[in-house]
């Protein structure tokens, strides 16, 4: 069965910094595009970083550029997301998305930035 698990939402003060984690299993991460979006109340789903199969390119969303970091650690089957300078607007739902034959994604993880 597919499962992508994400892990270290939480609430935090503005300025501070989260890590997201998203283990996958069930189809082949290794040759997975591993992207992570987010969606706020009342608003679209967007795309906030992509990262390609080890050696390709990844991605940001301009509100991000500078503060968030995508990675993936293959042996693990994991994609990261190192959120740092944590603003207010960054609240949402994070989603988890492995892109192959198929898309799959994550149950979701809130973030919630506030003081």
């Known amino acids: 069965q597919v499962q992508l698990v994400e892990s270290g939402g939480g609430l935090v003060q503005p300025g501070g910094s989260l890590r997201l984690s998203c283990t996958a299993s069930?189809?082949?991460?290794?040759?997975?595009?591993m992207n992570w979006y987010r969606q706020a109340p009342g608003k679209e789903r967007e795309l906030v970083a992509a990262?390609?199969?080890?050696?390709?390119?990844?991605y940001y969303a301009d509100s991000v550029k500078g503060r968030f970091t995508i990675s993936r650690d293959n042996a693990k089957n994991t994609v990261y997301l190192q959120m740092n300078s944590l603003k207010p607007e960054d609240t949402a739902v994070y989603y988890c998305?492995?892109?192959?034959?198929?898309?799959?994604w994550g149950q979701g993880t809130q973030v919630t930035v506030s003081s």
């Open positions: 998305n492995g892109q192959s034959r198929y898309d799959y």
């Open positions: 069930g189809f082949n991460f290794e040759r997975s595009t």
């Open positions: 990262i390609g199969i080890v050696g390709t390119s990844t």
